[in-house]
Antibody, heavy 122, light 109 residues
Framework: QITLKESGPTLVKPTQTLTLTCTFSGFSLSTSGVGVGWIRQPPGKALEWLALIYWDDDKRYSPSLKSRLTITKDTSKNQVVLTMTNMDPVDTATYYC??????????????WGQGTLVTVSS | QSVLTQPPSVSGAPGQRVTISCTGSSSNIGAGYDVHWYQQLPGTAPKLLIYGNSNRPSGVPDRFSGSKSGTSASLAITGLQAEDEADYYCQSYDSSLVVFGGGTKLTVL
């Protein structure tokens, strides 16, 4: 049974760096093809993909946010960490992590965490 | 502005059939990339509904179906039920990067 859970601060100040952790169980990020992604959703708005990391440490980023994002994994702890620098109120959103069973495009995000709401305000 | 275009809203009466379109371009859907669909009930995380254009995960009713043609994809829901009222998102790839549609709110009248 695959589960994922996001954790991190609920409130950050403008210009600060956000660090979110996705802790998962039921799969290993050392299994060939497997990936974990981050997706966010501002209140009342659409989903926006942020980043993906794969079993072989291949990393992909949204072009519009690439300069501000870093994704890393700790296979031994079953965790994926996303950092986003220079936070702004427009970054207020629910942040989700999700499991991707394989790098091929026929494979979706099949399991999602419950999400964590991050508010950016002074 | 999402890379994939969906209608902001659709509606239908119980028992009816509705479709939700997802329009892309030659760099994403038209390039042969697969399309996936997610259902997001109010206040919850997205749930996988259709993967690989037309495949249903275990547990998803066969009232839900997906198709893809050219630069577009569609989600069809037959026998509409009150519990289907939710937001629906398509997802594909553009130059191997993940892209989502802007979402469609389905209202069951």
């Amino acid at each position: 049974q695959i589960t994922l859970k996001e954790s991190g601060p609920t409130l950050v100040k403008p210009t600060q760096t956000l660090t979110l952790t996705c802790t998962f169980s039921g799969f290993s990020l050392s299994t060939s093809g497997v990936g974990v992604g981050w997706i966010r959703q501002p209140p009342g708005k659409a989903l926006e993909w942020l980043a993906l990391i794969y079993w072989d440490d291949d990393k992909r980023y949204s072009p519009s946010l690439k300069s501000r994002l870093t994704i890393t994994k700790d296979t031994s702890k079953n965790q994926v960490v996303l950092t986003m620098t220079n936070m702004d109120p427009v970054d207020t959103a629910t942040y989700y992590c999700a499991h991707r069973p394989h790098i091929l495009t026929g494979y979706p995000f099949d399991y999602w965490g419950q999400g964590t709401l991050v508010t950016v305000s002074s | 502005q999402s890379v994939l275009t969906q209608p902001p809203s659709v509606s239908g009466a119980p028992g009816q059939r509705v479709t939700i379109s997802c329009t892309g371009s030659s760099s994403n859907i038209g390039a042969g990339y697969d399309v996936h669909w997610y259902q997001q009930l109010p206040g919850t995380a997205p749930k996988l509904l259709i993967y690989g254009n037309s495949n249903r995960p275990s547990g998803v009713p066969d009232r839900f179906s997906g198709s893809k043609s050219g630069t577009s994809a569609s989600l069809a829901i037959t026998g509409l039920q009150a519990e289907d009222e939710a937001d629906y998102y398509c997802q594909s790839y553009d130059s191997s990067l993940v892209v989502f549609g802007g979402g469609t709110k389905l209202t069951v009248l």
